[in-house]
């Protein structure tokens, strides 16, 4: 066990932190001051931070504060230390697109726990430079094995350049709802009633938008999930399908900011016969919408929910909303792609392995045809050498009878011989005409004889 080294493991390699994570961590490093965020997409961070025991939090509501630990402090360094100077920082990206360009594009770096900050904001410059290539941006993968690690940095296709965001009219009144917007205005959920006409208009105006742009527009209900393998629907209130992209959008009321006491109501329990005091669980209505794609994604930190606040309502979020299913539909198509070139070219290299099998099972059936004459021929050799000896010694012989005998053996011996010397029959090359595409596995180097993806 301990030649394996599991008593003392490797530390794992941290994940690149987002751009809201890396203000968050600065945030607790300043002490957590006030009016600096808005909602609780920083809590969300500082949560997923402190899984990584970079911060530490306490306290709920009101009474929530984080603190950054040394892990988190040794981590920031590394951020600031790479973002101290804009300038520097700029001209070191601008230096490394330059030296990946050179490279053709790939190229050998240091990775690992103990760059992991500094290529996170290697990423983030490179995002930020004026060199970069619209439309791509700078990757880091491991390439190499637990035992040899290895990393490179290249180029990966980047879709939010090539999709702008356009405009979205809201109405100031509607006459007739989308059909889907007057669904949810019959059947909502989630939305108190005296909110419930703007959520709807703003159903109708990404339906109608969405439509006018040529997707189609349904209900989710009436699309399978493909995350799960039970059979179920996707949930939401709008699903926006652009080409076989789909995207359902829930639409909700964001209840009141955590931390604000809700009253006690008196509650009867009937067993103890007595009244207690508990929170009170009705909705408390704030009239704040909130847009969310119900499927994760994994968009590398772009933003899923879009909801009113402070500084802009839902209402100005529809052309970004538009814009990101824009986004996965193309990321979907290139994957799609992507994979139909992995298959084609997985395809391409198991007919060239058959071709090669096919050659090469011929070649053996020939390397064992021409040991086998070769060994008939040597035997064919000896036993002519031997008859010649026996013909010899029979010429010494004076009992005529032996001879006789002994002419009939050696008849029937050189016949013998004759029939088995391949040098004596027509010369041909050997073919293996039938043979099971079982037999070719030996010859496959590892590949299937049933498909590519076939079993051996």
């Not at 979020?317 to 070139?341: D, F, G, S, T, V």
Request: with cysteine; aromatic share 8%; glycine share 6%.
């Amino acid at each position: 066990m301990d030649g394996l080294g599991l008593d003392n493991p490797l530390p794992q390699q941290p994940k690149p932190l987002s751009d809201l994570q890396s203000k968050v961590l600065k945030w607790v490093n300043d002490g957590c001051p006030g009016d600096t965020f808005e909602g609780y997409s920083h809590r969300i961070a500082a949560r997923a931070l402190a899984d990584d025991r970079y911060i530490t939090i306490t306290g709920k509501g009101p009474s929530w504060t984080a603190r950054i630990t040394k892990q988190g402090k040794e981590l920031l360094e590394g951020i600031d230390g790479f973002d101290t100077n804009n300038d520097t920082h700029e001209s070191e990206a601008d230096n490394f697109i330059q030296r990946l360009t050179a490279a053709g594009g790939v190229l050998e770096v240091e990775g690992g726990y103990s760059h992991a900050a500094a290529n996170d904001a290697l990423v983030r410059g490179v995002m930020k430079s004026a060199l970069r290539p619209r439309g791509y941006k700078l990757e880091i993968a491991s390439v190499g094995s637990w035992q040899r690690p290895r990393y490179e940095a290249r180029w990966a296709r980047h879709f939010p350049d090539d999709v702008d965001e356009r405009p979205v009219p809201v109405p100031d009144s509607v006459g007739k709802y989308h059909p889907i917007a007057k669904v949810f205005r019959d059947s909502t959920k989630g939305v108190s009633n005296e909110h419930v006409a703007r959520a709807a208009k703003l159903l109708h105006a990404l339906a109608t938008e969405a439509t006018a742009r040529g997707y189609e527009v349904t209900l989710p209900s009436s699309h399978k999930r493909t995350d799960t393998r039970r059979p179920t629907t996707l949930d939401g209130d709008i699903a926006i399908t652009i080409g076989t992209t789909t995207v359902a959008l829930e639409i909700r009321e964001l209840p009141p900011n955590g931390g604000a006491a809700r009253p006690y109501i008196p509650k009867y329990n009937s067993r103890n016969q007595s009244w207690t005091l508990v929170n009170n669980t009705a909705f408390v209505s704030t009239g704040r919408l909130q847009l969310e794609l119900t499927q994760k994604y994994s968009p590398n930190g772009r933003q899923e929910r879009f909801r009113d606040g402070k500084r802009q309502q839902l209402d100005t979020a529809l052309p970004a909303i538009l814009r990101e299913i824009e986004i996965q539909h193309l990321e979907n198509e290139w994957k799609r792609e992507q994979a139909c070139l992995k298959e084609e070219e997985t395809q391409r290299r198991w007919e060239e392995a058959m071709e090669r099998a096919r050659v090469r099972i011929q070649d053996h059936h020939k390397a064992q045809q021409l040991k086998s004459q070769a060994d008939a021929w040597a035997e064919a050799t000896m036993l002519r050498q031997y008859v010649d000896a026996l013909e010899a010694r029979l010429s010494s012989e004076r009992d005529a009878a032996l001879v006789n005998r002994g002419l009939d053996w050696l008849t029937w011996a050189r016949d013998y011989i004759n029939a088995k010397d391949p040098l004596l029959r027509a010369i041909e090359v050997p073919v293996l005409a039938d043979y099971r595409d079982e037999d070719l596995v030996p010859f496959l180097d590892g590949w299937s004889p049933h498909g590519p993806h076939g079993m051996r």
